[in-house]
């Protein structure tokens, strides 16, 4: 089972990646980084995604149905796309609160959108933590 390092340079070997990093999305701190971000700033990129990710998970509207009480983490992954790039953040579930999301920055020129989803899902899953 893969650590935070082995995870994310496993991360960039996706096609189109450009920076890879784990969040947690309670503090907006990076539990760990790789490659490059917008502005070349990790740390502000890290907060950045937090904010977004802390207020999509916080919201109901996007809580399975069948979800109960609480989803744990309550939402798979989120994309933003722009003209040139896709963030995909995909939420990793913990034996503890459930609070930490890989991030992903990958070129749209030649980044397989899909393929991150699959591949993100599957480290997420052997994601270790602790």
């Known amino acids: 089972m893969p650590g935070i390092d082995e995870c994310l340079l496993e991360a960039m070997r996706l096609p189109g990646a450009r920076g890879a990093a784990l969040v947690d999305w309670t503090s907006g701190l990076a539990l760990g980084t790789v490659g490059e971000f917008p502005g070349g ?3 502000a990129a890290a907060a950045e995604a937090a904010e977004v ?3 999509t998970a916080e919201q109901r509207a996007f809580t399975p149905d069948d ?3 609480r ?5 798979e992954d989120l994309i ?3 003209r040139d790039s896709y963030h995909v953040l995909r939420f990793v579930p913990t034996s503890f ?8 920055w990958l070129a749209r020129s030649d980044g397989n959108l899909a393929l991150a989803r699959i591949r993100l899902g599957e480290m997420a899953g052997r ?3 602790g």
């Open 53 to 55: 990710a802390r207020l």
């Open 80 to 82: 933003i796309s722009n």
């Open 97 to 104: 609160d459930s609070s930490v999301f890989l991030h992903v």
């Open 67 to 69: 979800a109960g009480e």
């Open 127 to 129: 994601l270790v933590l």
């Open 71 to 75: 989803a744990d983490p309550p939402v």
């Open 41 to 43: 700033d990790h740390e």
